[in-house]
């Protein structure tokens, strides 16, 4: 490394030797940083106990659309809640409606539902399932 003259350009800060080790500590924790970021999001998204797919769906008038749901769990014997919706042609969401999926003795059911729609609709499609039902979709 060459030296620069200090009069003119000040005192270097870092050495070689502490530039590489402002680096190589800079990119361990970039890594630890992803692998925390990775595993959150594996936690949150990656294991679903529920699964909700969009099985069908068939247009019964230009205000009303029929969606049929394949939904999947973990524990079959525990109600999900399943987000329904219709989309119009230009893509925007036109209706929804939560759909109570009660417990059954089948991992996979298949639920039928109907959704009301402001626009015509052009397609049924499904948001998300869960758990975590709300108390007014179960009965007391």
Not at 10 to 34: E, K, N, W, Y
Not at 44 to 68: M, N, P, Q
């Amino acid at each position: 490394m060459i030296e620069r003259p200090a009069d003119r350009y000040g005192r270097q800060r870092l050495s070689r030797r502490g530039r590489r080790r402002v680096a190589i500590g800079m990119t361990l924790l970039i890594v630890a940083l992803g692998v925390v970021i990775a595993l959150i999001g594996f936690q949150r998204l990656g294991s679903a106990e529920v699964k909700g797919e969009l099985s069908a769906y068939r247009i019964i008038d230009d205000r009303t659309v029929e969606v049929t749901v394949g939904v999947t769990r973990e524990d079959p014997s525990q109600p999900v809640v399943c987000i329904v919706r219709a989309r119009s042609v230009d893509g925007s969401e036109t209706g929804r409606r939560e759909l109570l999926v009660p417990p059954s003795s089948q991992v996979t059911v298949q639920v039928d539902t109907l959704v009301k729609t402001t626009k015509p609709p052009a397609v049924g499609d499904v948001y998300g399932c869960g758990g975590d039902v709300p108390a007014y979709l179960v009965a007391p």
